[in-house]
Nanobody, 121 residues
Framework: QVQLVESGGGVAQPGGSLKLSCVLSGNIYSVNAMAWYRQAPGKQREFVGQWIWSQDRSTYAESVEGRFTISRDAAQRTFYLQMNNLRPEDTAVYYC??????????????WGQGTQVIVSS
């Protein structure tokens, strides 16, 4: 079984920064893609950004382009979301999502538990 565990959420002032982490564990053969989503109260979960192995690059939603950055370690077991110039509308629960090939060579997707981000003065 693969597990994704997030950390790094908290409270920031407008214009401030936070860095979220997503640690992968389990019988992982390879990681095809990792993405970050967020969900504000009363709203649907929305796409924030993703890294795609086949393209070896990250893409972002227009709402966070230029402010948020996805990175990873060399082993592809920890992914990060660096959030700069935070705005109140960034307040949400943030989730990491992975498309992962497990040791049995089958593809599955997994969600982290979510971490709360609050941007307020």
């Amino acid at each position: 079984q693969v597990q994704l565990v997030e950390s790094g959420g908290g409270v920031a002032q407008p214009g401030g920064s936070l860095k979220l982490s997503c640690v992968l564990s389990g019988n992982i053969y390879s990681v095809n893609a990792m993405a970050w989503y967020r969900q504000a109260p009363g709203k649907q979960r929305e796409f924030v950004g993703q890294w795609i192995w086949s393209q070896d690059r990250s893409t972002y939603a227009e709402s966070v382009e230029g402010r948020f950055t996805i990175s990873r370690d060399a082993a592809q077991r920890t992914f990060y979301l660096q959030m700069n110039n935070l705005r109140p509308e960034d307040t949400a629960v943030y989730y990491c999502h992975g498309v992962i090939i497990i040791s049995e060579l089958t593809e599955h997707d997994y969600w982290g538990q979510g971490t709360q981000v609050i941007v307020s003065s």
